[in-house]
């Protein structure tokens, strides 16, 4: 079944601890992206990458990191979580960037304490 | 960056055609044109896109106005499991990016 994954589903964590939200695809798309959801905000790009190794900004990449070393992940890393990163967050894949349909992960909801 | 608008919440009676508006004034000529819904605790789920005409699937029907400064997401008859939030999006050829709305909540009447 062609899907994205994400992991984990929900997570609680301490201001400046370190974490990782993982995200992986199984369609061989070449693009894929971050976005967090916040109330009255909407969704929000944060990095995509249109490749392996090819990564950029989004609108809000502030205390966020990512990488593609593999085409099929794209981890999101907090290196100093603060309490304005408490959001959910969602990955995408596409094959083709905007010229073809996203496909969305379940999202993880994190709360930075 | 090209942005989008649209109304808060729209309501619709089961069974008939819903159309739920999107301005994108700013809009670039590259930029293409995606709708998305997201259900209660689920990620945003595909419903259409375009560039420049119309383009009909099973789920909807996008109108692209001429200038394609707005365009109509068309339910054509709506049913209880269409009420969700519904995202009208940009994609910018040239920076990759995607815009999205605020979007509008449908609510389906029974």
């Known amino acids: 079944e062609a899907q994205v994954t994400q992991n984990p589903r929900y997570l609680i964590t301490v201001t400046g601890k370190k974490l990782t939200v993982t995200c992986s695809q199984n369609?061989?798309?070449?693009?894929m992206s971050w976005y967090r959801q916040d109330p009255g905000l909407g969704l929000r790009q944060i990095y995509y990458?249109?490749?392996?190794?090819?990564?950029d900004k989004g609108d809000v990449p502030e205390g966020y990191k990512v990488s593609r070393k593999e085409k099929r992940n794209f981890p999101l890393i907090l290196e100093s979580p603060s309490p304005n990163q408490t959001s959910l967050y969602f990955c995408?894949?596409?094959?083709?960037?905007?010229?073809?349909?996203?496909?969305f992960g379940s999202g993880t909801q994190l709360s930075v304490l | 960056d090209a942005k989008t608008t649209q109304p808060n919440s729209m309501e619709s009676n089961e069974e008939e055609p819903v159309h739920l508006p999107c301005n994108h004034s700013?809009?670039?000529?590259?930029?293409?044109i995606h709708w998305y819904r997201q259900l209660p605790s689920q990620g945003p789920e595909y419903v259409i896109h375009?560039?420049?005409s119309n383009v009909n699937n099973r789920m909807a029907s996008l109108a692209i106005a001429e200038d394609r400064k707005s365009s109509t997401l068309i339910l054509h008859r709506a049913t209880l499991r269409d009420a969700a939030v519904y995202y009208c999006?940009?994609?910018?050829?040239?920076?990759?990016?995607?815009?999205f709305g605020t979007g509008t909540r449908l609510k389906v009447l029974a």
């Open positions: 995408a894949s596409s094959s083709a960037g905007g010229r073809e349909k996203l496909f």
């Open positions: 369609m061989n798309h070449e693009y």
């Open positions: 990458s249109m490749n392996v190794e090819v990564t």
């Open positions: 700013t809009i670039s000529g590259t930029d293409y």
């Open positions: 375009g560039l420049t």
């Open positions: 999006i940009l994609f910018s050829s040239g920076t990759y990016k995607y815009i």
